[in-house]
């Protein structure tokens, strides 16, 4: 912008600061800059808020066995309300921001069941397991294998199950150890 427009602006609109010295604006963009900094740092914190708290709620959906909508269509809007109620139109705006989805909450607990497999693998892949290894039918009359790990773990001895796998119609022993490398 040409000086003289630049005068006209600061003389008609910021009439207040037209006698201030140049200090007092370098002052001012320095306080901006940082106020600036500021507000994107908080915004960031809240968004990383909500995807955490986007990924709790989607664990006690996974833990509850529930329709992964329940997120949408009943836990979000009785949170808004509860917060509008208890606290104020901010925190409830605030809480709008977290993801709830079916989408989202099904990409959260696939996430934190890989997020699982990986750590158990990781650790089954150091030290000595039991496998159980089990032949089921599911009410289709597809064949099964599911397959148990015991390892020990802090003075005891953990279950828990490693791979749910469906079998061809004729399963050899081959077959069941070349699905159980491939899940390592």
Known sequence: MAPAKLRRHLETVHSESKDKNKEFFVHKKEHLLESQKNMLHVTQTINEKATEASYLVSYRIAQAGEAHTIAENLIKPCVSDITKYM????????????????????????????????????????????????????????????????YPYERSFEEDMLMCSPLPTNTTGEEIVNKINIFF
């Not at 989408?103 to 693998?121: G, M, N, P």
């Open 87 to 150: 606290l104020d139109e901010k925190s409830a705006r605030h809480l709008s921001t977290v993801p709830l989805s079916n989408d989202t909450v099904s990409r959260r607990i696939h996430d934190l069941a890989s997020y699982v497999k990986q750590e158990l693998v990781a650790c089954l892949q150091k030290i000595r397991v039991a496998l159980q290894m089990d032949e089921s039918t599911d009410v289709t009359g597809l064949a099964i294998l599911l397959v148990i790990v015991r």
